[in-house]
Structure formats: C-alpha cells, structure tokens
C-alpha cells in the first residue's frame, strides 16, 4: 500500500482536525452564556439533567420519573399531561440521563464533562464516517467524507450541549461500520453486534426503529445478492437477539417498576400527534403548541398509542390525502437550507461562535451529497443495491430515514441522522467532481455542476417558502436571563438591545429598558 492511501495516516488527519475544530468551538461556547444554556428550564438540556439529578440521588431504577411542565404545556394541567404518560415511562430516552448521573455521582460537572465526551464522539464519528466511506465508495471520498463531518456546524451546536444526538450518532456509526463490514465479511457474530448496538441506542433515542428498518432491509439485500454463506432468516433472528440483550437492563427496569415492558419514552407519541394533527401550523413543518382539538383527542386516546394514532387519522375527517400530503411537506422542508431551531438555535450560535462562520452547513452539504448520488449512475445503483454491497447501505439508509424524520417536526438536531447517508455522498460527489476536471471530462463534470446548482436552488425556493433556520427573539432572552443571574446586568442590556436590532422585536426593548431602570433605582 502506497503511504498516501495509508488509512492509518488518514485516521490521525481526520481525528486531529475534528478535535482542533470541535475544541475551538466548544471553547468558545464554554466562555459565553451558550455554554449555560442547560439552566433554561424549558429546554431539553434541563431535563437530562433533572432526571440524572433524581438518578443520582438514589433512585436509580426511576420509579417517579421526572415530567416537565414547559409554557407550551399550558393548553393541559399537569395532571392531564401525567394522565397521558402512562405509569412509570420516561418522558425521554433514559440513557443519557443516566450518563449525566454518572459525572453527578462522581461529582464531575456534567454540563463541561459532556463537551469533552461529546468532542471525543465527534471525532469517533468522523473515523467512523471515514471507514464507512472507504469501503463504500473509495478511500479518497472516505477522506473528503471525514474531513467534512469534522467541519459540520450543525453537529459542533448539538455537541455543545447536554444533549442525547451526538452519542447517538457515534453509535449510529459504529452500527453501519460493522454492518458494512459484514457486507464483505458475513459473519454471524457482526451481526449480533449490530444487534446489540441497535438495542443500546434505543435506549438513549426515539428514533431507532428507523435505523433498525435500515438493517434489516440491508440484511435483505445482502441475502439476494447470492454470496454464501448467508441464512436471511437466521441473521435476522441473531440480530434481533443481539437488539434484545441491549435493550434488556431497560426492558428489566420497566418490569420492576410496573411500565410497559418496551416503553422508551412518553414524548414519541405526543410529539408524532402534535406533527401530524389536521391543524398542525403549516402541516407540521412548523412547530405549534397544543391546542384545544389536541386535548381532546389525547384525552380521548387515554395515553394509548394506537388511540393517539386514531384520533390523529380521524382529526382528518376522513381525507387521508391531505394526512400523507403533510407528510410530504415535511420531507421537503427536511431538505431545505436552514436548520428548524428546536433548544438550540443554529444562526443564534453562529453570532457568537467564529469556529461556526468557516464551518460547512447543510447549504453545502446537500448538494454536494447530491453530485455524488448522480456521480453514480443509474445503473450502477441498480447493480449496487442487487449485490448488497456496503454502498448499498447508503440509498437505503437515507430513503428511510427521510421517511422517518419527517413523520415528526423536521428540526435541525432530528436531521443530523440524516448525515451517515449525506457526508459519504457528499464525499463521493466532492472526489468525483475532481477526478472529473482533473481528467479533462467536461460533461461529466457539467452534469456534477448541474446537480449541485440545481439542489442549491431547490433549497433556496424551500427557504423562501417555509423561511426555516432565522434569528429568534428568545434565544436572546434567555442568553439575558443567564447573565443575570450572573450577576452581569450590563452584559444582559446589550444582549437585549442587540436582539432587538436584528429581529425588530419590541419585546426585547423593553425588557432592556426595564433592566436599565432597575439599575438607575
């Protein structure tokens, strides 16, 4: 092997160039009232840590768990709410929980210790990405690949967080190494790993259903594509038996607490109801609080999942047109530019974060991903995806979880299970274009070019329609009520003030006046 395509060489690249990047970034986060972000009671950050707070404090099997009541709640009491949970179940995924009672218990800082775990993931996750490229589509695009998801700003906001998505998508990546590994190598015991792994993130995320679809579609695949030896049926069944060990210290928990055996969390349902409701604002693609019609139905529902999903479907008065058209408008606005703001807000952060201005975003990353997926021609897909190759895993991998994001709210930190499909394209689409100057093939460059410009606009018409990812004047008045109770009222006014210059929110204005005021008594 020639020493430029060492990929041990490469690995060393990838990790030091995510960790100078990600500790930039997290450094700065770290000095600024965004890394205290975690104190806002309405956010998710606040209740991992609550609940590993009550972890930590003795109740380790969670037997009350903690229930927020956030300001968007107010369309419901609290009793109404717990009604609706069902007895014992998390209100979130409890992994991470459970991870921030560990740096509690030990009496570590969890919000700091999390950015140092969260900078290691990432640059798991860039070796991760890199190995699956690799052996996806070529070393070349596997070193463009990690390169790019060490400079992916979306993901560096998530990982200054407390929150679940970074781990998540480490472990997500680690599933489709092997999983790609065994597309060469089939071996049963891969298999039960990845099995294993599926079972342990579906304790930390919501969302692995999808992924363990993903799986199994690619088992499928692999079986058709004729290389023995492979038992489709027999691989399935050791990779359910791999997701069932993983999931058994939750499954054991639920028993012995008297919750349903495969409860994860109580915010699934209610989150998929609020999307996908008849007056959801905009379809879904914009996030709305509860209103009337939604209480009723959950109280008709009684907390029952398939009762949820009835009086969703019946909220349409029988026009399932218009339940799969929302859908679909979800999807689209999964693919626009902007990054939906949910706890973080990404162009909030890119105001104060320098490391985020020379950072890649999806603006680039989908079209880039784009020029890789035309890179590979039709029929090359189709031979593709009949032998089951680790390329394979790719089309579908993202097809479902499109599918699956998009049957909630399209927010930024859901769309980065997006990116074990895209930064492999998007790799592939940067070499390929490359190799298409380098070779002196203009119309095959052209049509590379087209495609990126082509996604480009498409994105552009979406952020237009749906105008997803701007400034929000609460991120501002929260950053305010952070420095106060820092003791910092001056740095509070001019947070204030600047929010109010760039939303024009009145609102802002007048809380900074009312600061000011307060001083000058």
């Not at 707070?53 to 709410?81: E, I, K, N, T, V």
């Not at 905009?282 to 209480?295: A, I, L, M, R």
């Not at 680039?364 to 390329?391: D, E, I, M, N, Y």
């Amino acid at each position: 092997m020639r020493r430029g395509h060492d990929p041990f060489l490469h690995i060393v690249l990838i990790a030091a160039i995510s960790l100078v990047w990600s500790g930039l970034a997290l450094r700065s986060v770290e000095r600024l009232p965004l890394g205290r972000w975690h104190q806002w009671d309405q956010s998710d950050m606040h209740i991992y840590l609550e609940q590993g707070r009550r972890l930590a404090g003795g109740d380790w099997l969670a037997r009350a768990p903690y229930y927020p009541y956030h300001l968007w709640m107010s369309a419901a009491p609290p009793q109404r709410w717990a009604a609706w949970y069902g007895h014992g179940v998390f209100y979130q995924a409890p992994l991470y929980s459970y991870f921030m009672a560990g740096f509690l218990k030990a009496g570590i800082e969890p919000a700091h210790a999390a950015r140092v775990a969260h900078a290691l993931a990432l640059a798991a996750i860039c070796i991760l990405t890199y190995l699956f490229t690799r052996r996806a589509f070529g070393w070349r695009a596997g070193l463009a690949a990690g390169v790019m998801g060490a400079l992916y700003g979306p993901l560096l906001v998530i990982a200054s967080q407390p929150l679940k998505e970074t781990l998540a998508l480490a472990l997500t990546m680690w599933i489709l190494v092997g999983l790609g590994r065994w597309t060469m190598r089939p071996q049963y015991k891969t298999i039960f790993c990845a099995g294993l792994g599926v079972g342990v993130l579906a304790l930390m995320h919501e969302g692995t259903p999808a992924i363990a679809l993903a799986i199994l579609l690619s088992i499928a695949l692999r079986a058709r594509g004729g290389i023995r030896p492979i038992r489709p049926m027999v691989s399935v069944c050791i990779f359910v038996l791999g997701a069932l060990v993983g999931f058994s210290p939750l499954l054991a928990r639920n028993l012995a607490v008297g919750a349903p055996a495969l409860a994860v969390s109580t915010r699934s349902p209610i989150t998929w109801a609020l999307a996908n409701e008849a007056s959801a604002l905009n379809g879904g693609v914009t996030w709305s609080p509860p209103g009337e019609g939604f209480v009723r139905m959950m109280d008709g529902a009684a907390g029952r999942p398939f009762g949820i999903v009835s009086g969703v479907i019946g909220s349409y008065g029988g026009r399932a047109w218009a339940f799969f058209g929302h859908w679909a408008m979800r999807a689209l606005a999964l693919l626009s530019g902007g990054e939906a703001a949910d706890n973080t807000c990404y162009a909030y952060f890119r105001l104060y974060v320098p490391t985020l201005a020379l950072s890649l975003d999806f603006r680039w990353l989908l079209p880039l991903a784009a020029a890789g997926l035309v890179s590979v021609r039709a029929r090359r897909w189709a031979a593709v995806l009949r032998r089951g190759s680790a390329a394979a895993i790719v089309p579908v991998f993202l097809v479902i979880m499109i599918v699956a994001i998009s049957a909630v709210f399209p927010l930024g930190r859901l769309r980065l299970f997006l990116l074990p499909a895209l930064i492999p394209l998007a790799g592939r689409g940067v070499v390929a274009l490359w190799m298409a100057i380098r070779a002196r093939l203009p119309r095959a460059a052209a049509a590379l070019v087209a495609a990126i410009i082509f996604t480009a606009m498409v994105q552009l018409a979406l952020d237009r329609t749906w105008k997803l990812g701007g400034l929000r004047p609460a991120d501002f008045g929260v950053a305010a009520q952070i420095e106060l109770r820092g003791g910092r009222p001056d740095l509070a006014i001019a947070e204030l003030e600047r929010g109010a210059e760039l939303t024009g929110d009145g609102g802002l204005a007048k809380q900074a006046a009312a600061i000011r005021g307060m001083k000058t008594w």
